[in-house]
C-alpha cells in the first residue's frame, strides 16, 4: 500500500470545459476520495429578482448556463406562470417543448463532443460539432438566437413557428439523424473508445438511489425517472414517454443512454410537429404574483431533474426565486463514481456526468 497524496485537481484543467475543483486524495494511481470544492463563479443571481420585475428575470434565468439557457428560461416561465395562475395556450406549450428537445440534442451532441476529444478521437469530436451546427441554425432560423434564444415569455412564447419552417426542421432532423448513426456506431462498437469507458466509474442501482443521482446519470444505472414521464405540458400530449435506461452504471452506459437520448429527442420532435394546434402562442401576461403565494415545478433539463421554485410579495417582483440543479444533485455520484478509479480516468468519469458549473453556482 502507497502513501496517500492529496492531488489538487480543476480549476483549469485542459479537460474540463467547466471551473470545476477537486483535492483528489490518491495512493500510487489510484483515487481513494475526491473532495469536491464549488464556488469559483458564484454570481448571485437569485438575488435579481429583488430589483427586476417577473418579466425581466426571464432573461436573466436563461443566462445562469449558456447550454441550459432555454431550459432555465421554461423552467422559471412555468413556475411563475403556476404562481400567477397564467394558462398557456396548446401551441405555445408545443413549440416550447420542440425548442427544449432541440436544446437538449444541442446539449448532448456537445458533450459528445468534448467526450471524444477528452479520449483524443479529435476526428469524432469534430463530426459532433458539426452536427450540433445544424441545430444551432434552426434555433437561428426560428428565434434569431443561437445559445441565448429569448423566445419565452410568461403566457407564451415570443415567436411563432409556421408550418413551412416546422416542416424544414423536421426536414432538417432527418438529415442529421441519418450521419448521426455513424458517430453513435462510433462511440458504442469502437474498440479504442470502448477501452476508456467500459467497466469505469460504476455506480449501482441501489447507489444510484441512496445518492438521489438524476439524468442520464441515474439513467445509466437503472433508475427509472424522467421529469419528463410527469405530461408536463406537451409532454401529455405524446402517444407515450418511456426513459432511455442502461443497468451497466458505467461511463460507457452514461454515453450510450445520451446518445439515444438524441434519437428520442427527434421523434418527440416529429410527433408535436405533426399535433400542431393553432390556437396561438400566448401574449405577455400583465398580471402581478399574489403576496405570499408560492409555486414550484420540475423540468428535465439535458442533464436531469431541474426543480424551480418561487415566492410572490404583491409587486411586479418576486420575493424569492431558487433552482435546485440536476448537477447540484449529482455531486455526491460523482464524487462516488471517482472512488476507486485510476488517476487517469478521472477527467473521463468527470465528464461523463457532465457537470454544470455555472448552473449550480449562479
Known amino acids: 500500500m502507497g502513501k496517500a497524496t492529496v492531488i489538487p485537481f480543476g480549476p483549469q484543467h485542459p479537460v474540463l470545459p467547466e471551473p470545476l475543483h477537486l483535492d483528489l486524495v490518491v495512493e500510487d494511481e489510484r483515487v481513494i476520495e475526491a473532495i469536491p470544492q464549488i464556488g469559483f463563479i458564484h454570481r448571485g443571481l437569485e438575488k435579481l429578482v429583488e430589483t427586476r420585475d417577473i418579466h425581466q428575470f426571464i432573461y436573466v434565468a436563461e443566462r445562469i448556463c449558456g447550454i441550459c439557457s432555454f431550459g432555465h428560461s421554461l423552467g422559471y416561465a412555468e413556475t411563475v406562470e403556476e404562481l400567477m395562475g397564467v394558462e398557456v395556450p396548446k401551441r405555445a406549450q408545443f413549440i416550447r417543448v420542440i425548442l427544449h428537445e432541440l436544446s437538449r440534442i444541442h446539449s448532448h451532441l456537445l458533450w459528445m463532443g468534448l467526450a471524444a476529444d477528452a479520449f483524443g478521437f479529435e476526428s469524432l469530436f469534430m463530426h459532433c460539432w458539426r452536427l450540433r451546427e445544424r441545430v444551432l441554425d434552426i434555433f437561428e432560423?426560428?428565434?434569431?438566437?443561437?445559445?441565448?434564444?429569448?423566445?419565452?415569455?410568461?403566457?407564451?412564447?415570443?415567436?411563432?413557428?409556421?408550418?413551412?419552417?416546422?416542416?424544414?426542421?423536421?426536414?432538417?432532423?432527418?438529415?442529421?439523424?441519418?450521419?448521426?448513426?455513424?458517430?453513435?456506431?462510433?462511440?458504442?462498437?469502437?474498440?479504442?473508445?470502448?477501452?476508456?469507458?467500459?467497466?469505469?466509474?460504476?455506480?449501482?442501482?441501489?447507489?444510484?438511489?441512496?445518492?438521489?443521482?438524476?439524468?442520464?446519470?441515474?439513467r445509466a444505472s437503472n433508475v427509472a425517472y424522467d421529469a419528463r414521464m410527469l405530461g408536463r405540458g406537451a409532454y401529455g400530449d405524446l402517444e407515450g414517454f418511456e426513459p432511455i435506461l442502461s443497468d451497466e452504471g458505467d461511463c460507457y452506459a452514461r454515453c450510450k443512454v445520451r446518445a439515444f437520448e438524441v434519437n428520442q429527442s427527434i421523434d418527440i420532435i416529429k410527433e408535436l410537429a405533426a399535433k400542431m394546434p393553432h390556437d396561438g402562442i400566448g401574449e405577455k401576461s400583465k398580471l402581478a404574483p399574489a403576496a405570499g403565494s408560492q409555486a414550484a415545478c420540475v423540468l428535465e433539463q439535458p442533464r436531469?431533474?431541474?426543480?424551480?421554485?418561487?415566492?410572490?410579495?404583491?409587486?411586479?417582483?418576486?420575493?424569492?426565486m431558487r433552482m435546485r440543479t440536476p448537477t447540484s444533485q449529482n455531486l455526491a455520484g460523482m464524487v462516488k463514481a471517482l472512488e476507486g478509479c485510476d488517476l487517469a480516468d478521472v477527467p473521463m468519469v468527470?465528464?461523463?456526468?457532465?457537470?454544470?458549473?455555472?448552473?449550480?453556482?449562479?
Do not use: H
Open 141 to 218: 432560423a426560428t428565434t434569431g438566437g443561437r445559445v441565448i434564444l429569448s423566445a419565452v415569455c410568461i403566457g407564451g412564447v415570443n415567436r411563432d413557428i409556421d408550418d413551412v419552417m416546422m416542416k424544414a426542421i423536421v426536414d432538417k432532423l432527418d438529415s442529421i439523424e441519418s450521419e448521426y448513426k455513424e458517430v453513435v456506431d462510433t462511440f458504442l462498437k469502437d474498440s479504442s473508445v470502448k477501452s476508456r469507458l467500459v467497466g469505469v466509474g460504476c455506480i449501482t442501482r441501489e447507489e444510484a438511489q441512496a445518492l438521489c443521482m438524476v439524468g442520464p446519470f441515474g
Open 304 to 320: 436531469g431533474e431541474c426543480y424551480y421554485y418561487a415566492r410572490g410579495n404583491g409587486s411586479k417582483n418576486l420575493d424569492r
Open 350 to 362: 468527470i465528464l461523463t456526468i457532465d457537470p454544470c458549473i455555472s448552473c449550480s453556482e449562479r
